[in-house]
Every structure is written in structure tokens, then in C-alpha cells.
């Protein structure tokens, strides 16, 4: 499992890389071996990255397994069939999409055209991204809830997970922990964090986290918090951008639009039960620009909005 080192005699840390980031494991006293339940994490993180990546080229050793390369390969010609998780998991994507906020789960022909982040980083010509803008349509996705099929109904159109599949795979984590009784632990998929269980160090069970400081040092927080267990994921505009003629393009691109999002948010970390949904809420409420009204309930716990002047707005967390 990577890198284990065992902390205290309860307390064992592991280091992995999959997903295309390096992820960390912490786990504070368990029913079983902890280097087992961690062995048994590695290959549950690396079947999902299996199934999931689009990220692989043909000539990968493991290319073919990626369920969701299948679908996009055939794209205009066929519907794919699916597992069951997998089904579920781009069902809830595509249904997200659909709703229109920003996060669209097939905006992948449009971020390789801006490509933020890479060294091919370019502003494209208006007309070539409404001829992208055809091929993100969430509603030319065809779902079949009897056999589990898939389809893209135009050739060119790409399914990308990658903004939901840290969140569910750490959901997937967490179940996994609780059945082999782990009695708390933190698993951080490259930033996504989700606490399981109540933090064992403190009496009222509450963990600490730190928020980002977007104008200095990945590490260095602006403010910091302490939370009931829960997921912690952030959206923010101050990692990857590109810089021409004066002005900042982010990578966080607007599927309404086109192009990167007009906004004084630097970022917005979410708080929620489960962590495919801090995910999803995480995007919805950065690209809603500002607080959204009622927003905060049973599985959302709260939110910190960091503006471009380094203004921090919080919304619940009233603990």
C-alpha cells in the first residue's frame, strides 16, 4: 500500500498515487489489521480508476477496462453497457448536468480546447468553441435504467467523470472503513477530504480543517475550522489559469458559456454529509457566484466563499 508508517500504535498513515493524484489514508484504531484494510483501499481505489479514467491511451496495459472509455468510443454509433455501480454513478452526473449550473459531466471536448494547465494553453476563436458547444449537450445522453446502457448520440462527445469520481470513490472508501470497523480516519483524495466518524483526539468529536489562502502557498490558510465528520472540497480559480495579454483565464469553464467563469470567487470549500455531493454542491455554489438562499440543510452543512479581495464569507456552520 505505498507508504505505511504507523503514527501511534492506533494511528496508521498511508500514502498512495492513483486517480492522477497522490492520496493519503489515515486510520485511528480498527477491529482487523490496518495494513490489511489498507491493502484492501489500494486495490478498491485502483479497480474504480479502472472502471472510471478516460485518461488512458489505447496502448495502456489496462486501457480496456475503463468502462467509461468504452462509451465514449463509441460515441454516434452505439449504446455500451455498463456496471451497475458505474451506471449509477454517470446516471447521477448526467442528471446533474442537466440541471444547468455549470457542472456538466460532458464538458470534456471543450476543456481539452482551452487545454488550462497544459502546455498547449491557447484562447481559442469563439467559433471554435460554439462548435464544441455542440458536443456537451447533457441531453444527448441516452440512459437505459432496464439493461444499463449508455449512449452518446453524437460522434465527438466525451463522458468525463473527473469532477464527481473522487467524491464516490471516497463514499466508497468510507463504507469499506465502517465494515471492517475502523474507528475513525481521514482519506484526502488529492484534496478531496472526507472525515469518517467522529474524530477520536476530541471529546466532542469534532475534526479541524483549514481553508485556503488563494493569494500565497498551497498550505497556507486563510481561515480554519472545526467540524463534525464530514466531506471537505474545494473549487477555485487560483491553481490553473492562463495568462494572455493581461488577463487570467481560469480552468473552471462555464458549459453555459463556453468560457471560464466570470467571477470574484477565488474558491468555496463545501461541507457535506457524503463527498460526491460536496462535489457537485462545491461547483454549484462557485458558480452561483455568491451565496445561495436556503441552501444549507440536513446533508449541507455549511460553506466558505473566499473572494478575489481575500473577504471570507461563511454560510452555516454554526457549531
Known amino acids: 500500500m505505498g507508504i505505511i508508517k504507523y503514527i501511534s500504535t492506533d494511528q496508521v498513515l498511508a500514502q498512495h498515487k492513483a486517480m492522477g493524484t497522490h492520496i493519503s489514508l489515515q486510520i485511528y484504531g480498527a477491529r482487523e489489521d490496518p495494513e490489511k484494510i489498507l ?26 477496462l475503463s468502462e467509461v472509455t468504452r462509451v465514449n468510443d463509441q460515441a454516434g454509433k452505439e449504446a455500451v453497457q455498463v456496471s451497475s455501480s ?3 454513478l454517470i446516471k447521477l452526473a448526467v442528471e446533474t ?27 481559442p476563436s469563439d467559433a471554435e468553441i460554439q462548435e464544441k458547444m455542440k458536443l456537451i449537450d447533457p441531453w444527448m445522453v441516452e440512459l437505459n435504467d432496464d439493461d444499463h446502457t449508455v449512449f452518446l448520440k453524437q ?6 467523470l473527473g469532477g464527481i469520481a473522487k467524491g464516490w470513490t471516497a463514499d466508497r472508501i468510507r463504507d469499506l472503513w465502517r465494515a471492517y470497523g475502523v474507528e475513525a480516519g481521514i482519506i484526502n483524495l488529492g484534496g478531496n477530504v472526507l472525515f469518517v466518524n467522529p474524530c477520536p483526539k476530541r471529546a466532542n468529536g469534532m ?18 475550522m472545526m467540524i463534525p465528520e464530514c466531506s471537505v ?10 495568462e494572455v495579454d493581461g488577463h487570467k483565464y481560469h480552468h473552471l469553464i462555464d458549459s ?20 460526491v455531493d460536496a462535489e457537485i454542491e462545491c461547483k454549484r455554489c462557485f458558480f452561483a457566484g455568491q451565496p445561495i438562499a436556503n441552501w444549507v440543510n440536513d446533508c449541507r452543512l455549511g460553506a466558505i466563499y473566499v473572494y478575489n479581495d481575500e473577504r471570507v464569507e461563511k454560510v452555516g456552520l454554526d457549531y
Do not use: C
Not at 457542472?103 to 502546455?119: C, D, H, T
Not at 460522434?155 to 468525463?160: F, I, T
Open 207 to 224: 475534526w479541524t480543517v483549514g481553508v485556503q489562502d488563494p493569494l500565497k502557498p498551497r498550505g497556507e490558510n486563510i481561515t480554519a
Open 155 to 160: 460522434e465527438g462527445m466525451e463522458l468525463d
Open 256 to 275: 453555459r458559456t463556453g468560457y471560464p467563469v466570470e467571477t470574484n470567487i477565488a474558491g468555496v470549500t463545501t461541507f457535506t454529509k457524503n463527498s
Open 97 to 123: 448536468s442537466r440541471e444547468n449550473f455549470g457542472f456538466n459531466a460532458l464538458i470534456g471536448p471543450l476543456v481539452k480546447l482551452w487545454s488550462i494547465g497544459f502546455q498547449d494553453a491557447r484562447v
Open 233 to 242: 472540497v474545494t473549487s477555485g480559480t487560483y491553481e490553473r489559469f492562463l
Open 86 to 88: 458505474v451506471y449509477g
Open 39 to 64: 491493502d484492501q483501499t489500494k486495490v478498491l481505489i485502483d479497480h474504480f480508476e479502472d472502471l472510471l479514467t478516460v485518461n488512458r491511451k489505447p496502448d495502456h496495459p489496462r486501457y480496456g
